[in-house]
């Protein structure tokens, strides 16, 4: 017999195995070859051939490799069936794809829905995740915007929260302080702008100190920014343009500094350019220095901005502040400030309103749609895994090591995620798009909407991730080699029931998220709803307001300014479609306010804790009542004889007025004045109005007194047209007949009434609107969820089903289980969302207007659509039940 | 069927199947399992000294058959293989995962009952 031992040796020569291993090998496989040769030889076949053939057993290819990779048994596992091999940890990714995509085809419906649902997640979350970024996290265009703060000071005496800043106050503040880097003051103002061509157009202006650009860390965008020379009195007149203005008005004219332009007829010098992030003051289209005299301290008409010096607190800050203000009236410089304290909140906070409520609720709202989409995913990854377990299985029985299995679950899932995120990035823009096209038109101007990236790639980060690690669950326990029951038929059944047990607490998860959405939205419909029901106490339909101002260089007096606005009112009325025209200084929701202090005669003195309020005061031309359709319940209106020289002074006061310091009386005869340590003229009381909702429908009613024009004169007034027709349509004419009284003026603020009412309810409306939205992304998420599900256990029942109706149940029978199955899911979900609901209420109760947080009807509604919308979601898989063919479904397993 | 008619990927990943089924029943040496193979399968399969043995020494390697030197009085010492406990629950897993398997191709390839 031949020696195998030194071929074999031969052979192995390469793989430098270790000596004791490689004798062992070379024993075992020598005395396999010589069996080999023992055995052919018995069969009669002559020797030579016998050694040839089986040292070309010896000699096949395969052998070294294997024998190499069986060190290594881990790294080198077979393939999956129909797998080719790859090189390297790279080599198959081409081939996971091409399995992975072909999987996906198989299934269309599932592939189909597991897109869907990650694009409606990502679109629903991120399209309304950039509306509220835009409107509530963007940080305002300055830089650092973090250490800049309002100033503004309080006087809780006078109950106001908010009484802007004095001359003496502010220039004290300013030299004092020890915690700014800057403080900058401004009031806004309009003027008429014409360039000496008679051109006239209407601006907003803002009178600011010279710090403010520094303050707000820009640099003007074209020339300077005021010297300091120009903010005193007596000081050059100069003017820095803002950007749209510069751009609208003079085309972007490049040499545009040293150009003089006419402000209210005042010629003034042109020196810049504002920047386009010169967002505040709000709405300002042209700065002028403040120029504030120093000696003139009774008013209080400023707003401020300060900039915190590094690391400084806003508490820090205020405590300075208090410091240097506590100074000024041990000087006895100003004794009212004793009254009235600093104040120092962020810039945010002021300009963008308190949305802190808003904020965490849409927060919440944007975590609670993603976390549902999230579930989804999870769930349909289950169904989807449990399903394929067998497939799993078998490809796991057939060599495929987890390693593999695990990696083409990985691609698959990753895929999904891929294909759903690009879905949902489109389709979330199309949505934001749509979203931002329904917005009010009256949020502050540099609030942009754009796409959010960011927040993009976190919610398909956290929807793909779902896919992945609930795609990968089942590859990790089908492949693992220990847990290998799962083939076998009795352990797969009750690894179904706990699985499914899973599934179904998702379901109820979501829907109980879907449920807590919905009541809060149905709780701000209502909300929404009862303030629309309010009534205004103004008739707002057919109205047209608009703002004029008189330039005083033209109507320096009160007289003169009073007959331009009678012979314009006289004007107007004969337009055709005219009903009525007047005017008063302040109209309802238009945001406007001024507040005076009055003593009533004869009102009950006030108790020791008892503050005097704040009297809201308007200045009305007659006619204006009747023509804003307010209701008269006592005495007169405004008349002619009223506004006559030398006229008794008389006053019309609303119902909070009257009863505030008239409890139970008839006001009308009764006589009020200007709270003042002087004594003041007497009003008469001439009429009681109905109030109206002058801070909006949703703000409370104030104490507000109306005075004639001739005893409070205003170059500024908000002109108010009644007309039978579409007041939109009198606009031109108006214009027109404006233009032909007097070239100089401008109509601004050109608005009908019902607008001024809507914009007064925007961040309601909108926030209502998008928890409408966020809650009808929920329950379309909640009704592919239930419908996933509860498919899926019909699924893998329809054996069960089949016995059933083969030993007789009738399909209706099996239907009404089905559907009942599902029922419960929906039921408890129900329960635990309309529990977690009356928590969720509670944070609402501010922004609900008076309706319950516990309102039944709301509550008895979203049960009423869960309800439907489970129905719905169930009755598929039920109907599919019923129609099972016990054949059939006796063969499927 | 001719031998080489057997998918080489087919036997590749169905080999650790057939091998901790012949250790089943008992522990047999590296020439015994490949006969029982070939001749089981009429020649079908055939796993020679470049497929045998690699397979052998990865299923020793992974703990799923463990061999063992055993000496004969009057014969030369053989290595024998044996299942582990490992190894028999592979089996069961691998057993079932092929039933199911075939059975699949069987609905595929349009095998009917008869």
């Known amino acids: 017999m031949p020696d195998w031992n030194q071929a074999i040796r031969e052979r192995l020569r390469g793989l430098n195995l270790d000596p004791a291993r490689e004798s062992e090998i070379v024993e075992e496989l020598s005395q396999h070859l010589g069996d080999r040769y023992a055995e052919m030889i018995a069969r009669g076949v002559a020797q030579n051939q016998s050694f040839r053939s089986v040292m070309d057993e010896l000699q096949e290819s395969g052998l070294l490799e294997g024998l190499r990779n069986a060190r290594q048994p881990a790294a080198r596992e077979p393939l999956g069936l129909g797998a080719t091999s790859g090189t390297g940890a790279l080599g198959g990714v081409g081939h996971d794809l091409k399995v992975a995509l072909r999987n996906l085809r198989i299934n269309p419906a599932f592939s189909l829905t597991v897109v869907l649902m990650l694009a409606l997640g990502v679109a629903g979350a991120t399209a309304i995740f950039s509306i ?100 005193r009195p007596g000081g050059a007149k100069v003017v820095l343009l803002a950007y749209d203005l510069w751009r609208s008005l003079f085309h972007g004219d490049p040499n545009i500094s040293g150009r003089i332009v006419k402000l209210d007829e005042q010629p003034y010098t042109v020196i810049g350019v504002l920047p386009r992030e010169a967002v505040l003051p709000p709405e300002a289209e042209a700065w002028l220095p403040l120029a504030a005299d120093p000696n003139q301290g009774g008013s209080y008409y400023l707003d401020g901005i300060g900039r915190l010096k590094r690391g400084v607190s806003i508490e820090q800050a205020k405590a300075d502040l208090m410091r240097v203000h506590k100074g000024m009236i041990r000087s006895l410089k100003a004794e009212v400030n004793e009254l009235t304290f600093p104040t120092v909140i962020p810039l945010r906070d002021r300009y963008l309103g308190d949305f802190k409520t808003v904020t965490h609720i849409l927060l919440g709202a944007v975590g609670v749609v993603l976390l549902i989409a999230c579930v989804n995913i999870a769930g349909l990854m289950m169904v989807r895994g449990e399903a394929r377990s067998r497939e799993i299985a078998i490809r796991a029985a057939v060599g495929a090591s987890r390693v593999r299995i695990v990696r083409q679950l990985l691609t698959e899932s990753l895929l999904l995620a891929a294909l759903g995120g690009a879905v949902g990035v489109l389709a979330g823009k199309a949505c934001l798009a749509g979203m931002v096209s329904l917005m009010p038109d009256s949020i502050p101007h540099w609030i942009a909407f754009g796409w959010d990236a960011r927040f993009a790639v976190f919610s398909i980060l956290t929807t793909g991730a779902a896919a992945l690690v609930f795609g990968l669950a089942p590859a990790l326990q089908a492949a693992a080699v220990d847990a290998l029951s799962c083939l076998q038929e009795a352990s797969r059944s009750s690894m179904s029931r706990a699985r499914h047990r899973i599934l179904s607490g998702l379901v109820v998860c979501e829907i109980a998220l879907a449920c807590i959405l919905l009541v809060c939205s149905g709780l701000l419909i209502q909300a929404f709803r009862t303030v629309l029901r309010v009534d205004p106490g103004i008739r707002p339909d057919h109205v047209l307001t608009w703002r004029l101002d008189l330039p005083e260089a033209k109507y320096p007096k009160p007289e003169q300014q009073l007959a331009a606005y009678r012979d314009l009112v006289g004007r107007l009325k004969a337009l055709p479609g005219v009903t009525d025209v007047s005017a008063a200084h302040l109209v309802p929701m238009a945001g406007g306010h001024e507040g005076n202090f009055f003593i009533a005669e004869g009102a009950p003195p006030l108790g020791p804790n008892e503050q005097n309020p704040v009297i809201l005061t308007v200045v009305a031309l007659p006619g204006y009542f009747e023509t804003m359709g307010m209701t008269l319940l006592k005495g007169r209106w405004f008349t002619d004889q009223d506004v006559a020289a030398h006229a008794p002074r008389v006053a019309i006061v609303n119902e909070t007025f009257a009863r ?44 507000e007194v109306f005075l004639p024009f001739t005893v409070a004169p205003r170059v500024g007034l908000a002109m108010v047209l009644r007309s039978s027709v579409d007041p939109g349509g009198l606009v031109a004419p108006v214009r027109e007949t404006i233009r032909r009284m007097d070239p100089g003026l401008a109509m601004f603020q050109v608005r009908a009434m019902t607008e001024w009412m809507n914009r ?87 922004m609900l207007f008076g309706v319950s947080g516990r309102d039944l009807a709301t509550y008895l509604a979203v049960a009423a659509l869960v309800a439907c919308v489970g129905a719905l979601a169930n009755s598929i898989p039920a109907r599919r039940a019923a129609a099972v063919d016990p054949i059939q479904a006796l063969r499927v397993e | 069927m001719p031998p080489d008619a057997v998918d080489r990927d087919l036997k ?66 053989r290595r024998y293989y044996r299942l582990t406990s490992a190894g028999k629950k592979v089996l069961a897993a691998r057993r079932a995962g092929w039933e199911a398997f075939v059975e699949a191709i069987r609905r595929i390839t349009g095998d009917e009952y008869a």
């Open chain 1, 132 to 231: 509220f970024n835009g409107l509530f996290l963007r940080p305002l265009p300055f830089p650092a915007p973090d250490r800049l703060v309002d100033l503004n000071e309080a006087a809780p005496k006078w109950n106001l929260t908010q009484v802007s800043v004095s001359n003496p106050d502010y220039m004290a503040w300013t030299k004092g302080n020890a915690s700014f880097d800057g403080m900058a003051f401004f009031s806004g103002g309009g003027a008429n702008l014409s360039d000496g061509a008679g051109l006239a157009r209407r601006i907003q202006t803002a009178a600011v100190t010279h710090q403010l650009l520094d303050v707000l860390g820009l640099k003007p965008a074209l020339g300077r920014n005021f010297f300091p020379e120009e903010d």
């Open chain 1, 660 to 703: 505030r310091f008239w409890p139970g009386q008839n006001p009308v005869g009764k006589r009020i004045r200007y709270a003042s340590d002087q004594p003041t003229p007497w009003f008469q009381v001439t009429g009681l109005a109905r109030d109206n909702r002058h801070y909006g429908l949703d703000a409370p009613v104030r104490p």
């Open chain 1, 760 to 846: 007064s309810l925007w961040t309601r409306r909108a926030f209502s609107w998008l928890i409408g939205a966020f809650a009808a992304v929920a329950i379309l998420l909640a009704l592919a969820g239930i419908y996933g599900v509860v498919s899926f256990a019909v699924s893998r029942r329809t054996r069960e089903i089949g016995i059933r109706i083969a030993l007789g149940a009738r399909p209706g029978d099996v239907m009404i289980r089905v559907l009942a199955g599902g029922m419960v899911l929906v039921a408890l979900g129900l329960a635990v969302g309309v529990a977690a609901s009356l928590a969720v209420a509670n944070v609402l109760e501010s």
């Open chain 2, 12 to 77: 590749k990943g169905s080999g650790e199947l057939l091998i901790l089924s012949l250790l089943e029943a008992r522990p047999r040496h590296g020439y015994e399992i490949s006969k029982l193979i070939e001749s089981r399968s009429n020649g079908a399969v055939s796993f020679r000294v470049a497929s045998l043995y690699p397979l052998l020494y990865r299923l020793e390697a992974r703990g799923l058959i463990q061999g063992r030197w055993v000496e004969k009085a009057g014969l030369r010492r």
